[in-house]
């Protein structure tokens, strides 16, 4: 059981890091556009969207829309426009979404299945030895420079000691840096990020004149000033954690280049000579070796060439204007508000949509049964419960129970029929997805009394503290962006001939003589007998005969999932108000002659139901993404002993 919650939770969290990397890469692509709309500006500009894009690796939207929905929420208000607006950009920014699906059992998947549900294992080993590989890499390379660091020695004398501090004074920098002479051939650099140490290399002094050393000096002081090792340093971890990201990499490239020409432009503006500074960068060059880690900022980093011939050209800098600094600060005030923002509606949707706010409030809240038994079902046996438990609003064909439940069902029924639910196979599929085996496969009889004589929404709310108190149950509700059908005229003003308003049919009260289902061969049968159910039967040459009577379009579109095929929800758009009866007949898949009694589920292929909506009912199908209240499922245990 524990290897099958790892191998769900590891597949779960494939949406969510592919939505994540989708996200992070278009924002590297847009800080790019944006780079090449600043190439003729300050580099530090270009350099801090490199590293906005750096850091956005480590800082899912997600976490943003999060903190939208803790915030302080407006009274909930929904406009359809705005919806749609909302939706479209969702689905773009979110296009990897979890699969409902439940993992079969070892013993009854085929070895495709079991391979298949191995990848995610697979695939998350093949990430952590990459991520070991390249902490591994650059911790010797780390090694190297902490052990230069150790063998080198304080300065406590020398030009370039006495240069550093006059240009520290010059800075009014608020402490000082310790300066290390190094015997090693390397070039000077910035060692650490809380106390940074400047690495020096003795015997270049000798080679170099004042001038070149106070440039070299001043180009290391303003990587200290900038914090460039903890931006190396922070892009480092993004490395380790996307190694298998090619744009990971490639940034590394621009933001070197990048906070090396703002350096070099820092030090020209601060008033070196061009050619004083170039010249010191060659003799640094040619005296040592590049730095070997890079979360050292020295001199010699990007292309020395390119650098050199911008010092030595006209117009270094060309710093930005008022109109370039508004909108990259709106940008990067967009890139926080838009998805704080998405936070906040989706949790006003999730407060404007929740079943909390209509039939259970109307119902009267929280309410428990007077005495309630539960016991394991008989495997192989059913008996029907009293009243049907159907997201209808009426007990259906029984009579008044007089407040008692009698039901022997699987779990998933009963949270159904609790929460007033009517879901498609593949939503219950991802609703009890991570849940132990037995929620699904075990039934449980459950006898229970009411006090009074209370409506079919009280049983619901009696069953909801029942499965609370007896099964632990917690739950709660999350709008969702899923994929539907829309049920929508086909015609608007106008329905189909078996579609017609419940007052202009027979009334409820007077339901068919026979208690057998009619035929739709018989056209003086009431179908269905009763009022407030749904039914599907079977009949002669393949065909199938569905419909209700007094019921609802709402309770129309959930109804037709379980007729056919579909793959998805149906969700009532056709505006149409009031009450209805209907009934359609169409045709199943030709093959073995279809079950009859209860266990009768119909094989109807979805083109024979939409010709059969559109001509029978005047209705269709139209697919959608749109919020959908998903309930999910926290907590439940066993039931308790009687």
Known sequence: ???????????????????????????????????????????????????????????????????????????????????????????????????????????????????????????AAVWLCGVGMVLLMWFVRWRRVSATLRESAHAMKGRELEILRRLECNAKANGRIALMHSQEMMEPGIFGIVRPVLLWPVRLTERLEDGHIEAILAHELLHVRRHDNLAAATHMVVEALFWFHPMVWWMESRMVEERERACDEAVIEQGARPNVYAESLLMACRFCLESPLVCVSG????????????????????????????????????????????????ASQVQAQSPASDWQTAAGGKMEFESASIRPGTPGSFTPPNFALDAGDTFGSSADPNGRFSADFTLPDYIMFAYKLWLTQDQIQSMIAQLPAWVARDSFVIEARAPGNPTKDQMRLMMQSLLADRFKLAVHFESRQVPVFALVPEEPGKTGPKLRPHADGPPCAVPNASSDPPSSSNATDVYPPFCDGYWVNPEPGHKILAGSRDTTMKLIAAFLPSVGHLGR?????????????FSFELTENPGNPPPSGDGFQPDVPIPALLQALKDQLGLKLKPIITPLDVLMIDHIERPTDN
């Open 1 to 123: 059981m524990i290897t099958e919650r790892l191998l769900t939770l590891a597949s779960g969290l494939g949406p969510a890091l592919g939505n994540h990397l989708w996200q992070s890469t278009v924002f590297v692509a847009v800080a790019g556009l944006a780079t090449l709309l600043l190439r003729k500006n300050q580099a530090s500009a270009r350099y801090g969207l490199w590293l906005a894009a750096s850091v956005k690796f480590l800082i899912p939207f997600s976490l943003l829309v999060g903190l939208g929905g803790l915030l302080p929420r407006p009274r909930p208000a929904v406009i359809q426009p705005q919806m749609t607006v909302y939706s479209a950009i969702d689905v773009a920014s979110q296009p990897f979404r979890a699969t409902m699906s439940i993992p079969s059992s070892t013993h009854d998947a085929s070895w495709m299945d079991r391979v298949v549900a191995l990848v995610p294992a697979v695939l």
């Open 569 to 581: 929800p149906v969700v009532d758009q056709t505006g149409m108000t009031g009450r209805f009866d």
């Open 299 to 346: 001199i010699a980093g990007a292309n020395l060439r390119r650098r050199i011939i911008r010092i030595m050209g006209e117009g270094v800098t060309q710093k930005l204007d008022f109109t370039r600094k508004l909108i990259l600060v709106l940008a990067g005030l967009a890139a926080v508000a838009v998805p704080v923002a998405f936070g906040l509606i989706h």
